[in-house]
């Protein structure tokens, strides 16, 4: 990668839903731009709210059920290229999920 290292994160999994989000530090994220968690070996979560330079997922308890403690996750950042109506794709975050051994941590 030339000029890009994606950031590295761990997503703390309880037995609820999984609300978070994250900033993107250069401003507002452009129009039409796709942003998605895909785990590697299970889901794919598209954002459920991109607003300025926030995205947002709301994941329900339901579909956490397919994540275990050290799946490895990408979020997958895809900017709309007007010159070549595709996209340019790349590895904004880069990570793995934990579960708590206990859920009254």
């Known amino acids: 990668m030339i000029g890009w290292e994606p950031l590295r994160d761990i997503m703390s999994i309880t037995n609820g839903d999984l609300i978070f989000s994250r900033i993107r530090d250069e401003g507002p994220i452009p129009a039409d731009t796709v942003i998605e968690i895909i785990w590697d070996d299970g889901p794919t979560w598209p954002a459920t709210s991109i607003v300025g330079n926030r995205v947002a997922w709301r994941i329900e308890s339901a579909e956490l ?12 950042v895809r900017y709309p290229n007007g010159d070549t109506e595709t996209t340019d794709d790349y590895e904004w975050i880069t990570g793995s ?5 206990d859920e009254g941590f």
């Open 97 to 101: 999920a934990q579960r708590p051994l």
């Open 65 to 76: 059920t397919a994540i275990d403690s050290g799946d490895t996750f990408t979020i997958w």
